[in-house]
């Protein structure tokens, strides 16, 4: 074989795995994008039926019937409280257990925020539910809602920042030291502007969890009014009827602001995942 027709073959061979790949990647946004445009009839035949004619129509709908602007609006709440908390409080811890490693406070500390990590939700779920709806009383509210996501994205957010900020020259913390600064002032004024990076990456990582997750909604919360967006597409199923064209229709508007926060965070993503939060 030729040295021209080995190139050839090459590039075939590559054309068809990229071409694999690709379609791998388009099925699953057609499996989400087809039956938003289908009627009910047609969904009832199969979600990747190919709708006859092209129409917005479920996407009105859709947003009428979910009630989703006060959806989205519980969302945002519930998600933007929660990591505006989860930034505070987990740079805030993981800053002494990263610069102070080797005590073993600090790294019996972080072992036991790992130990959150392993930790299945489905273990504390019914304890948990006693405790913030009979004992405190926070079921139906934001608070409580807040509290528990706060709860359970802590700890991936406490690794995530410490082996970050373990990046760090150390000769910055001896700088700090020797002009006067405490560790308070220390973290604020010359750690915390360097953590934006690894900032974007939890923000995203943590995002992903807490706009998708459907669970805790509904151990949560009761009242309609203050679902968000997650529990609305559930109404869409029930023991007779399954309206497959207005539940993807909702997952297409609630993936806009997922969307729009990773183009503008994207960068600042893929560089604290790459300089912080892979290094040990």
Do not use: H
């Not at 800053?95 to 489905?122: H, K, N, T």
């Not at 700890?155 to 405490?182: H, R």
């Not at 309206?243 to 997922?258: C, G, M, Q, R, Y």
Request: with cysteine; proline share 5%.
């Amino acid at each position: 074989m030729s040295k021209r027709m080995k190139i050839n073959a090459y590039r075939i061979v590559r054309f068809a795995v990229l071409a694999l790949y690709a379609a791998l990647i388009l099925f699953p946004l057609l499996v989400v994008l087809v039956p938003t445009f289908q009627t009910v009839q047609e969904s009832s035949q199969g979600i990747l039926t190919f709708p006859k004619q092209l129409s917005f129509n479920n996407y009105a709908e859709a947003w009428k019937q979910s009630g989703f602007l006060r959806a989205l609006k519980n969302s945002l709440i519930i998600t933007g409280a929660t990591i505006v908390l989860n930034i505070l409080i987990g740079s805030l811890a993981a800053f002494p257990m990263a610069i102070r490693e080797s005590r073993l406070l600090y790294r019996f500390a972080f072992y036991l925020f790992l130990v959150g990590l392993m930790l299945p939700f489905q273990a504390i779920m019914i304890p948990l539910y006693v405790m913030m709806g009979r004992v405190l009383k926070l079921t139906n509210t934001y608070i409580g809602t807040i509290l528990v996501y706060v709860a359970m994205t802590l700890p991936i957010t406490v690794f995530f920042f410490s082996q970050f900020i373990k990046t760090i020259p150390k000769e910055m913390e001896e700088a700090s030291v020797i002009d006067g600064c405490g560790y308070l002032r220390m973290f604020s004024v010359i750690f915390f502007p360097l953590l934006k990076p690894i900032t974007s990456a939890v923000i995203i990582q943590n995002m992903i969890f807490l706009w998708n997750d459907l669970l805790i909604p509904l151990i949560m919360i009761d009242k309609t009014p203050l679902k968000p967006i997650m529990p609305r597409v559930y109404m869409f199923f029930g023991q007779y009827y399954n309206k497959w064209n207005l539940a993807f229709s909702v997952l297409v508007l609630a993936a806009i602001p997922f969307l729009l926060l990773f183009l503008l965070l994207q960068e600042q993503f893929i560089k604290g995942l790459s300089s912080g939060a892979v290094k040990g």
